[in-house]
């Protein structure tokens, strides 16, 4: 009788999940595809994913071909094929990924039904129906998905290997393809190595004492994803070489790019702008010295740090390279390779002169520090940290300025690639939209506003600085007694993603510039952060009952 009354219990909890999702997917259906035509952005997706159904692969050698990662595109491509809208398909990913959680929590929570909470907490993250950052074909709509789903193997991987009767393979293997999928989705993704590593040192730390496994075992599981992570990119650079002629993942990666682009940044200006590159003392200077930048002056001038390394790019393109160059792409890639290792070396050879004044790089993409970065940093990793708590900028309503921009031929293709419907173009239009579908749509961006400030907005800044303490506080108890315990390893690790994230943005925001799109993948690790306080705040409870009642 009693495994009869459990089996109904979980099959209640799966019913109520399968129920909050549906329940989601019907608020979000509202929302229209906000369609933009950024040849670096949107539209690339769109295109790349349409050669990709053609089998073409990325398609021509262009400026944006190898600059972002394939997997956004590998992405919009697979939801055509499976004839799932893409933005049901990006909020399927997101809720797969809350679930994973759950399970990846499930051996370090005593009340397992608990669990239903999170999940339902998780999956209504604000910014995962926030228009702007929700509703438009770009890498985000999958970035925090990826970035949850990172997460949550990490947490099965340690709570399996530190449990005798676990199974960590196959949580070693989702890492390793979650890691592979969220590498190459986005560049910036050396900030959760800090995570990786943590976890890592705790799986072999607790995997030897709690679990009692051998460490030869552990660290064969703890290769497992980095063999992924190297097969995704072996595979990844093969392709490219068979398409393009050279054996690159990306190709801001390569020596010769990365030579051009550092020699740039690092010539000295003594009329410095912040936030801006290539100010006129700094162009007329690399004029004088290289025959390889005059070759690109004509296209080139000051330029915003945002959107320098996109500007330089396209210069280059229209300076007779890239598909410029001619019709073999294997041949334009090897002749564009070559003007930037000898746009490099002209700009290195006229410093080591002494005809440029050039500082000396921490790394290839990051100016040179100055006082001024040194002063902002702090100031700004605690403006983010409160607009990530807050949510600010919340907003799940289609607002007449969200308007689709682009002609009738690139509607169309995004239309037949995502199986969306569109986002109008034209302001009067949105007169013309029939009262029950209007009525419909205030009644769910309604419900889907009161969910995001009354459970979000105006609760998790409250509780957020104490699970931050209560995380904190464990850790220092624990490390004393020379005990941690799996949940504040738990804690932690998701803790140190969160402030690693944040710290990544904050050193972008200080040298160039902020845009809160940049903070998907925060909103959904704060989120969790409160989940783990929450559980070691029960737990606390109940340390502190066992104290007293032992007392009386």
């Excluded at 997706?45 to 990662?69: D, K, N, P």
């Excluded at 569109?422 to 579908?437: G, K, Q, Y």
Aim: proline residues 4%; positive net charge; aromatic residues 12%.
């Amino acid at each position: 009788m009693i495994n009869i009354r459990i089996t109904y219990a979980r099959a209640g909890l799966v019913f109520l999940g399968v129920a909050l999702v549906v329940y989601k997917l019907w608020l979000v259906e509202i929302h229209d595809l906000f369609m933009v035509g950024s040849p670096m952005d949107d539209l690339y997706y769109v295109r790349t994913a349409h050669e990709l159904l053609l089998g073409h692969w990325l398609g021509r050698y262009t400026q944006y071909t190898l600059m972002s990662g394939p997997v956004y595109a590998m992405w919009v491509a697979l939801s055509h094929l499976l004839a799932v809208p893409l933005l049901v398909a990006q909020q399927l990913l997101y809720a797969g990924a809350s679930l994973v959680v759950v399970i990846a929590l499930y051996p370090v929570v005593v009340r397992k039904a608990w669990l239903i909470l999170a999940f339902a907490y998780l999956l209504f993250e604000p910014f995962t129906y926030d228009y702007s950052s929700s509703a438009g074909v770009f890498r985000l709509g999958i970035y925090p998905a990826l970035t949850v789903l990172v997460i949550a193997c990490s947490i099965g991987l340690y709570t399996r290997i530190i449990d005798r009767q676990g199974k960590p393979l196959r949580w070693a293997v989702g890492l390793g393809m979650a890691l592979a999928a969220f590498w190459y989705t986005r560049e910036e993704g050396m900030w959760i190595v800090p995570t990786l590593m943590v976890t890592g040192l705790f799986s072999i730390l607790h995997g030897l004492t709690h679990g009692r496994r051998r460490w030869t075992d552990i660290l064969a599981l703890l290769a497992v994803p980095l063999l992924i992570w190297l097969g995704s990119f072996l595979a990844l650079a093969y392709t490219n070489w068979q398409h393009y002629g050279i054996f690159t993942d990306l190709e801001i990666k390569t020596s010769e790019f990365k030579s051009a682009y550092s020699a740039v940044i690092s010539v000295r200006s003594n009329q410095r702008e912040r936030y801006y590159m290539l100010e006129k003392p700094v162009r007329d200077a690399l004029a004088e010295v290289s025959p390889a930048y005059r070759e690109i002056a004509p296209y080139l001038g000051k330029r915003p740090s945002s959107i320098f390394i996109w500007s330089l790019r396209d210069a280059v393109q229209a300076a007779g390279y890239y598909d410029h160059a001619g019709d073999d792409d294997r041949m334009n890639a090897r002749k564009t390779l070559s003007f930037y290792s000898r746009l490099g070396q002209e700009i290195r050879q006229a410093c080591e002169a002494g005809q440029l004044t050039c500082d000396k790089l921490l790394s290839p993409f990051i100016p040179t520090w100055t006082e001024e970065y040194t002063r902002d940093i702090f100031p700004t990793f605690y403006d983010i940290t409160k607009k990530v708590v807050t949510f600010d900028g919340f907003e799940p309503r289609m607002l007449p300025k969200w308007l689709s921009r682009d002609p009738y031929h690139t509607s169309k293709l995004f239309t037949y690639i995502t199986g969306e419907r569109l986002r109008t173009t034209r302001l009067s239009e949105l007169a013309r939209v029939p009262e029950a579908h209007r009525e419909t749509e205030d009644m769910k961006t309604h419900r889907l506003l009161r969910i995001g400030r009354n459970f979000y907005q105006n609760l998790l800044p409250w509780l957020f600085v104490p699970g931050v303490a209560i995380i904190l506080l464990y850790t220092i108890v624990e490390v004393i007694r020379r005990n941690i315990s799996q949940v504040t390893v738990v804690g932690l690790i998701i803790l140190i993603a969160l402030m690693s994230h944040i710290a990544i943005i904050s050193l972008v925001s200080v040298m160039s510039m902020f845009s809160p799109r940049y903070l998907a993948a925060s909103y959904p690790l704060a989120v969790l952060v409160l989940i783990l306080g929450a559980i070691l705040a029960t737990r606390l409870i109940g340390d502190l009952r066992q104290h007293f009642s032992s007392l009386c």
